[in-house]
C-alpha cells in the first residue's frame, strides 16, 4: 500500500506581508520590481481588486472590505500620476492596517495635510517607499539625472510628490 502525502497549503499572501519589505518581496516573486512599478498588477498580485469610478474632487480614493474581497477605489477624474499614487497608498492602508479597520476614505494630500492621523502619515510613505525605491532613486541621483521633473517622469509620480521622497532621502532640492 503506498503512502500518499498531502502537499502542503500555500501559505496566504496576506500572511506574508506586513511592511514596505515583506510586500517587495512578495512583489519581486511575481515579476514586479523595477521603475516604474505597475501598481495595478501590485494591487492585484496582493488580491485585491481595483475600480476607477468618479468621485468628488478632494476624494482621491478608498480601500474598503466587501466579504473576503478587499476593493480600491481610484478617482477616474484625477491626473495618471495621482491615481497611481491612490493605488500605492491604498496597497498601504491594506498591508499595514488591514486588521485595524475595514474602510478607508482618502482625501487628496493637500486637503488633508492638517490632518494628524498617523495611519495616513504611515501610508503615504509607504506609497513613496513603493513608487520610488530608496535604492533605485539614490542610484539615478548617483548617476546623474537630478532634475526632480525628469525623475518624477522616469517614476510615473508627480514633481511634488518626487521633491518630498528626496527630501525625505536626505537630498536638498530648490
Known amino acids: 500500500m503506498a503512502v500518499v502525502k498531502k502537499r502542503p497549503e500555500p501559505t496566504p499572501i496576506v500572511d506574508l506581508i506586513s511592511?514596505?519589505?515583506?510586500?517587495?518581496?512578495?512583489?519581486?516573486?511575481?515579476?514586479?520590481?523595477?521603475?516604474?512599478?505597475?501598481?495595478?498588477?501590485?494591487?492585484?498580485?496582493l488580491g485585491l481588486k481595483i475600480q476607477y469610478e468618479q468621485m468628488a474632487d478632494e476624494m482621491s480614493g478608498y480601500l474598503e472590505r466587501r466579504g473576503d474581497t478587499w476593493y480600491v477605489g481610484v478617482n477616474s477624474l484625477h491626473s495618471?500620476?495621482?491615481q497611481r499614487f491612490t493605488v500605492a497608498h491604498e496597497i498601504a492602508h491594506f498591508v499595514l492596517h488591514r486588521g485595524q479597520q475595514?474602510?478607508?476614505?482618502?482625501?487628496?494630500?493637500?486637503r488633508r495635510s492638517m490632518e494628524?492621523?498617523?495611519?495616513?502619515?504611515e501610508a503615504d510613505t509607504f506609497a513613496a517607499q513603493l513608487l520610488m525605491p530608496k535604492?533605485?532613486?539614490?542610484?539615478?541621483?548617483?548617476?546623474?539625472?537630478?532634475n526632480v521633473n525628469?525623475?518624477?517622469?522616469?517614476?510615473?509620480?508627480?514633481?511634488?510628490?518626487?521633491?518630498?521622497?528626496?527630501?525625505?532621502?536626505?537630498?536638498?532640492?530648490?
Open 19 to 45: 511592511d514596505i519589505e515583506s510586500t517587495r518581496a512578495v512583489l519581486e516573486r511575481a515579476g514586479l520590481s523595477g521603475v516604474p512599478m505597475d501598481v495595478n498588477r501590485a494591487a492585484a498580485a
Open 80 to 82: 495618471g500620476v495621482r
Open 102 to 110: 475595514e474602510n478607508f476614505r482618502d482625501l487628496i494630500f493637500t
Open 116 to 121: 494628524r492621523n498617523s495611519m495616513e502619515r
Open 135 to 146: 535604492e533605485s532613486l539614490v542610484g539615478d541621483v548617483r548617476g546623474g539625472m537630478t
Open 150 to 174: 525628469e525623475l518624477a517622469a522616469r517614476y510615473q509620480v508627480s514633481g511634488l510628490a518626487m521633491k518630498y521622497r528626496l527630501m525625505n532621502i536626505g537630498y536638498k532640492v530648490a
